[in-house]
């Protein structure tokens, strides 16, 4: 039997259907693969359903040397893009609402290493935002969407919408097959619930190759990005250096080699400890870790706090410096 994915372009929620008293048919889009065209069809709806919600939050941006897209995750026009997008901290930008209006916006911070990036809308008043997923809601398999505005604002166009599925998620990027072209980049990713699960990076001509920032970077530095430069690859490669490689896993952030002749493993950190915070301020995912550490400076003492063998303890580390490659 053959049918269109066409339809899968267009966006809404169909309640569960009653089979007998408590019992209800598994929604399409939680199934591990559509069964049948009415599955498809039911996915549509879904989509159709949520666009409504959530398409008035998606921006285009602006500047003197490029343009790309967002979304707005506060009433007061606070707008998640890529790092690449806004391209350093403090820069007088333009957001695009779906209508065309053209709003006054300032770069914030970010990390290059993601390619996370943040921007205010100066204008005061009261914005159309989406929700941001909680933490880990993401998971292989799933379905999502991706808006954006490829090729630039165009209003007679619309913002286009891409349908595909989380085909990875490990650390700082998440992977789907949800195309993305150029001017997609730092729109937003959403799960089948309407909430923004990540936003759009790298870009590549392969169907399955389109790489997100997870949501989870913006949440594990939710402060810094607001409050702080953007961080980038050079300061990173200045600051203060630890010296472990890490994974990331449910139990948090753990060591999985401390490398000889650093401050790691001088001070006696092992595989299988699991950091949790640096000089008060926890670690939730390695991304964070590095931003904390090459904060510093090399040469400055940090008090680091770990677990081993479910035992809290703790350790005052003098950081070196980041060997050259």
Known sequence: MQFSFKALLVAFFLPHTLLAKDEIIEQAWNQIVPENVDDLLEIQDRLQSLLPKVQGAVVSIEAADGAGSGIIVSKDGLVLTAAHVIGSSDKKMTVRLPNGKRLPAISLGGSELSDAGMLKITKSGSWPFAKMAPRGSASLGDWCFGLGHPGGFDKERGIVVRVGRVIGN??????????????DSGGPLFDFDGQVIAIHSRISKKPDENFHVPIE???????????SKLFTIAQME?????????????????????????????????????????????????????????????SDEI?????????????????GKRPEE
């Open 217 to 227: 970077s913006f949440l594990a530095n939710w402060e810094f990005f607001q409050n």
């Open 170 to 183: 490990k650390d700082e990027t998440m992977q789907t097959d949800s195309r993305l072209l150029g001017g």
């Open 303 to 319: 008090k680091l706090e770990y677990q081993r063998e479910g035992r809290v303890q703790s350790l005052k580390i003098k950081l």
């Open 238 to 298: 200045k600051g203060g250096f630890l010296g472990v490689a890490c994974k990331e896993t449910e139990a948090g952030v753990i060591v999985v080699e401390a490398i000889e002749g650093t401050a790691a493993e001088k001070s006696g950190l092992l595989p299988n400890d699991v950091i949790l915070t640096v000089d008060g301020e926890r670690v939730d995912n390695r991304e964070e870790l590095t931003i904390l550490l090459a904060s510093k400076k090399p």
